[in-house]
């Protein structure tokens, strides 16, 4: 860490279709700060799953690297 401080953000997906919308604009604003990586998160419970994907997916459009959380709570072995 001496050497090198890494920078990261972490967003946790939105809860509405206008989030959703206005959320690449919102990447691409962090991104000029230069970013590690981008994480996303679930929701509490791990809801939002299908939008945690839908993140990460305009994450790395933005020309960052996307990393997910990802949880066992409400997932079964056939939808994981």
Same mark, same amino acid.
């Given at each position: 860490? =001496?050497?090198?401080?890494?920078?990261?953000? *972490?967003l946790f997906p939105p809860k509405t279709d206008k @989030?959703? *919308?206005?959320?690449? @604009?919102? #990447?691409? %604003?962090?991104?000029?700060?230069?970013?590690?990586y981008t994480s996303c998160t679930y929701g509490a !419970? !791990?809801? /939002?799953?299908? =939008?945690?994907? +839908?993140?990460? =997916?305009? #994450?790395? &459009?933005? !020309?960052?690297?996307?990393? $997910? %959380?990802?949880?066992? #709570?409400? /997932? $079964? &072995? +056939? /939808?994981?």
């Amino acid at each position: 860490m =001496k050497e090198k401080m890494l920078l990261s953000f *972490e967003l946790f997906p939105p809860k509405t279709d206008k @989030g959703m *919308e206005n959320l690449p @604009g919102t #990447i691409e %604003h962090l991104c000029e700060y230069k970013p590690e990586y981008t994480s996303c998160t679930y929701g509490a !419970g !791990g809801t /939002n799953v299908g =939008k945690n994907m +839908d993140v990460c =997916k305009m #994450i790395q &459009a933005a !020309g960052t690297t996307p990393v $997910t %959380h990802f949880t066992c #709570i409400g /997932n $079964t &072995a +056939d /939808n994981s």
